[in-house]
């Protein structure tokens, strides 16, 4: 059983920068995806970035060069710093696990409750 728990959303402005975290408790296999998804008013839920237990990355075009994602495999803990701020990254921020049973060849997804990220003009 796991649970995904998100911290550090809040207002920021534009041009500034703020970062989010994910703690993932429970057992979780040592292949798997951490991510970040967001979601706005009237708008479909979206990939933000993503981080494989290896360290490889993904990102939205909308993001790069702006987000960092990172992760602290010891914590099972992913990060997400944002920089370069800007009124269209307002969502609500949502952490993803992708569960990879390879001996089973099953995966199982987890979903946090989402943080508020607002940026003002």
């Known amino acids: 059983q796991v649970q995904l728990v998100e911290s550090g959303g809040g207002l920021v402005k534009a041009g500034g920068s703020l970062s989010v975290s994910c703690a993932a408790s429970?057992?979780?296999?040592?292949?798997?995806?951490m991510g970040w998804y967001r979601q706005a008013p009237g708008k479909q839920r979206e990939l933000v970035a993503a981080?494989?237990?290896?360290?490889?990355?993904n990102y939205a075009d909308s993001v790069k060069g702006r987000f960092t994602i990172s992760r602290d495999n010891a914590k099972n803990t992913v990060y997400l710093k944002m920089n370069s701020l800007k009124p269209e990254d307002t969502a609500v921020y949502y952490c993803?696990?992708?569960?990879?049973?390879?001996?089973?060849?099953?995966?199982?997804?987890?979903w946090g409750q989402g943080t508020q990220v607002t940026v003002s003009s």
């Open positions: 993803h696990v992708k569960d990879v049973r390879v001996a089973f060849r099953v995966e199982y997804e987890y």
């Open positions: 981080i494989t237990s290896g360290g490889t990355t």
């Open positions: 429970g057992r979780i296999s040592s292949i798997n995806v």
